[in-house]
Every structure is written in C-alpha cells, then in structure tokens.
C-alpha cells in the first residue's frame, strides 16, 4: 500500500502571503491584487494543465471569476495578520488519465468542501516528470445565505452548571470567542486526507487499476521507520554486556538509515518552504540567483585551513548543481527542488517497501531454520513408548513447542498459496538488500545536493537579517 501525500496549510498575510499572489501562481495567470495594488503575473508559469473554480449554490455567480473572489476574500479581511485561505495539495495517481484525475478532484472537492458552504479554486500541475498533483485553495470565512461574507468567529457566554452567564467581576459576564464553522476544527486535516485516501482509491478501482493508498504516514502504517530486528534473549544479553552481535550490528545500520531519512526530509522539506515562498513574491520582490550566489560566497569565512578546503568544495558543490540543472532563476529552484522533494518520497517508499519484503522472508527463513532444527527431536518423540513419551515431552518441552510453532506458520504459509523456498527467499533477499543499498546511495547523493542548495538559502538569510537591521536603524516613517 503506498502513501497518499497530501499536505493542509494557511495563507496568512502575517507571513508575507497574498490569496490573490498564490491564485495566480497555482492558476498560471495574471492577477492584481486591489488591496496592496501589487500585480503577480505568472503567464510564463509551464505545468498549469487545468484550473477551475467551484462554487456553493449561495455564492455570488462573479466569484467564478478568480480576481473577482479572491479580492473579495482580500478586501473583508483588513487585519495584517488575517488568515485568507486554507490550501490542500495532493500527488494525483500517475495511473489515471488526466480526465480521470480531473473527475477525482471535482468529486472530492463538491462532497468535502464546496457542499459544506466553501469556495473552491483548484488547479493541476503536471510537468510530465512524474509528479502530477492538485492544488486546492479554499475559503476560510463562510458565505451568509445572501452570498455576503459571515462572520469567522462569535462572542459565546461562559455557563455555569445552571446554565447561568458568570459575572466577570467587571460588570459584564465572562466569555469567550468560537467558530461560526468547524472548518478550523483540528481533526478535519485527518478527515480529510482520510477523504483523499478513499477517493483516490475509488478512482483506481473504477479505472482497474490494483494499487491502493493509504493517507495514514508511514510511521502510523507501521513503516515510518525501518523496522528494527528482534535480537531475542541470547543476543540481547550479549549486546548488555558490550560484545557486539550480527543482529546488533542490523539494528545499528537500521537506526544509521533512519536518521539519514530523517535528516534528509527535514532539508527538502525547509528548501521546499523557502523555495515556494519565494516564487509567490511580486516579481521585484524575489530573490535572484546571481544574488544569492554573490552574497553566500561573502559569507563568514572559516580560519582554518580545513575549514577553508571544506567552504571550496562546498562553494564548487553548489556551482555544479546550479550549472548542472541549468537553474537561473528562483522559478527554476523551487522546481528542481519540488522534483527532489517527490523524489526523496519515491526512494523512501521503495526503500521501505523493500525493507518490509526483506523482513518478511527473514521471518519466512528464521521459521523454516527452527522447523529444521527441532524436526528430529519430534521424530524422536513419536518413536518413543508411550510409558516414556511423557517424560521425553517434559524434558524437550521447549524444543517441540519452537517446533510446532515453526510447523504451524509454514502451514498456514502454504495453504495461503506460498511455496516454501528458502534457497528462494535467500536469493530475493540479497537481491532486494542491493537495490536497496544503491536507493540509500542515491539517497546520500541528494542530500549533498540539499546541502548546496543551503548555502543560498543561508545567504538569502542574511541578506534579510540585514534589510530588517536597516530597516530598524532607519526608525519609523514619518
């Protein structure tokens, strides 16, 4: 079962955002925004393959145009600090036809949001690298039935256990702010990923297609985390006493990869951020490349001169990364770093899927050795006399039942329809353990090129440290 990525966020003003910049981006079109009059023209944007706008049947028919509702979202919400539309972004199965794809989202978004009173603007992206997914950017205040914007909170009185108001001590009565909707209500990411999951897989069932997601994470399926090996009683006294087992040296290359895992999704996952950030600013407000790349290399030099060859071979690094993928532009960044992002989840799967085969024909070859191991002393008993046989079970009692458990699991592998091969299982093992050593390989190889990457986003840092410094030695406009 693979894993279903979709991701919930917020546009918020409190971090530089625009409803209207980040309609335009996802939509590949040009739009001004009427309440900071900034124009976000991103026409020359490739990938956009279809956008669209779905409505509650109380919404005001102009909000089918995309200006028209997203500057109206833009103009209710005075405060600085507003929040203007939440965002659900979801890899489409590469499987399905993009009409097919098309159906899974309109279903998906009339039956979870727009039949719950929310607008709805939605856009596919599809560069034909492999990564297909929607964007679906939605509104956060509710529509009154007269299609004028509600109110996203209310004053509620705070009750007693007589259901009394209680007194503030001020003279008023004490109180509290609530949701006009449960739209905010933290469950609904998991619902709605849940949504996405079933949805997703009702379109591959209807299309005959067999492969099946799960919006779970890995770690809730169980996979998250490559699964360490039980040492068992012998190994584990071993390991207490500081003497080194072959099933200890597994679960320390397991807990080695684990961390690799980790680290490297942390770091995609910060360059994604930065990257996309950066391409929804006005276009004069962007960071260039040639920028960056002027401003890392007049970062704090190191004394050392270990510390000086290691800042060149990074300095080289970061060069041949940008020369290499011919990026000349933030735009060119955020794709490539979109493209490691997808790929970091493609290796992880793979890796994890492998894992879990590997662990179970280990299972599969463990069992068969206790079988083979303890067979003889189950001959052994059925030949013994019956005055005998009680005795013989007494002493052996450990052996016959590691033994019937054995017999037991190959039985129950067998009339599943499973061969018992062991030579088999150990040639898929070997197999399985060298493609997945070249996966960790290419593993390590992106995140020396996330390390690179880094360096700009470490200048790029600076350079806003900086501006906000000058900002604040100017003191305040007058």
């Given amino acids: 079962m693979d894993f279903c990525h979709a991701t919930v966020s917020i546009i918020q003003r409190s971090k530089g955002r625009s409803a209207v910049a980040a309609a335009a981006y996802r939509s590949g079109t040009k739009l001004t925004n009427e309440w900071d009059g900034l124009t976000h023209d991103y026409t020359h944007k490739t990938g956009v393959v279809h956008s669209e706008i779905m409505l509650p049947t109380h919404a005001p028919p102009e909000f089918a145009d995309r200006s028209t509702l997203w ?7 005075k405060a600085r600090d507003s929040q203007l539309a939440r965002e659900v ?21 009339k039956d979870n949001f727009v039949d719950k009173g929310m607008c709805a603007d939605f856009a596919i992206h599809d560069k034909g690298t492999g990564n297909p997914h929607v964007h679906i950017m939605l509104t956060v205040r509710p529509l009154k039935e007269d299609g004028a914007w509600g109110a996203k909170c209310r004053k509620a009185y705070d009750l007693d256990e007589h259901g009394q108001r209680i007194p503030d ?3 008023g009565w004490k109180n509290h702010r609530e949701d006009t909707t449960d739209w905010n209500d933290k469950g609904n990411v998991e619902i709605w990923r849940a949504a996405w999951a079933a949805y997703t897989n009702r379109a591959l069932e209807a299309a005959g297609q067999p492969a099946l997601v799960d919006h779970r994470s890995y770690k809730r399926q169980g996979i998250d985390k490559i699964p360490s090996v039980h040492l068992g009683p012998a190994a584990s006294q071993m390991e207490k006493r500081g003497i080194r087992t072959d099933k200890g040296e597994v679960n320390r290359q397991i807990a080695a990869d684990n961390k690799l895992l980790k680290e490297i999704k942390a770091r995609v996952t910060r360059l994604y951020n930065w990257t996309k950030a950066e391409t929804e600013k006005p276009a004069g407000q962007q960071s260039s490349i040639a920028s960056l790349w002027e401003a890392q290399q007049q970062l704090k030099q190191p004394t050392t001169r270990t510390g000086r060859i290691r800042a060149l071979q990074e300095n080289a690094a970061l060069f041949n990364f940008l020369n290499a993928n011919g990026i000349r532009s933030m735009q060119q960044l955020h794709e490539k770093i979109s493209g490691l992002n997808t790929r970091y989840y493609d290796l992880r799967g793979e890796i994890v899927k492998a894992e879990r085969r590997i662990a179970t024909l280990t299972e599969r070859g463990e069992m068969w050795k206790q079988y083979s191991q ?33 017999a037991r699991y190959l039985k129950e592998l067998k009339e599943s329809g499973e061969e018992i091969t062991p030579k088999a299982w150990e040639r898929e093992i070997s197999k399985l353990t060298a493609a997945k050593d070249v996966k960790y390989m290419d593993m390590r190889a992106m995140r020396e090129e996330l390390k690179a990457v880094e360096r700009l986003k470490k200048a790029a840092d600076r350079l806003a440290r900086q501006e906000q410094e000058q900002t604040k030695d100017r003191g305040p406009e007058r």
Avoid: C, M, W
């Fill in 71 to 77: 500057n109206s979202v833009e103009q209710i919400e």
């Fill in 89 to 109: 972004e979801a890899a489409l199965p590469r499987e399905l036809t993009r009409e097919q794809q098309l159906a899974l989202v309109r279903a998906y978004v």
């Fill in 169 to 171: 001590g001020k003279g």
């Fill in 374 to 406: 303890y067979k003889a002393i189950r001959k052994q008993l059925d030949k013994e006399k019956p005055a005998k046989r009680e005795l013989f079970e007494q002493r052996h009692s450990r052996e016959l039942l590691l033994y019937e458990a054995a």
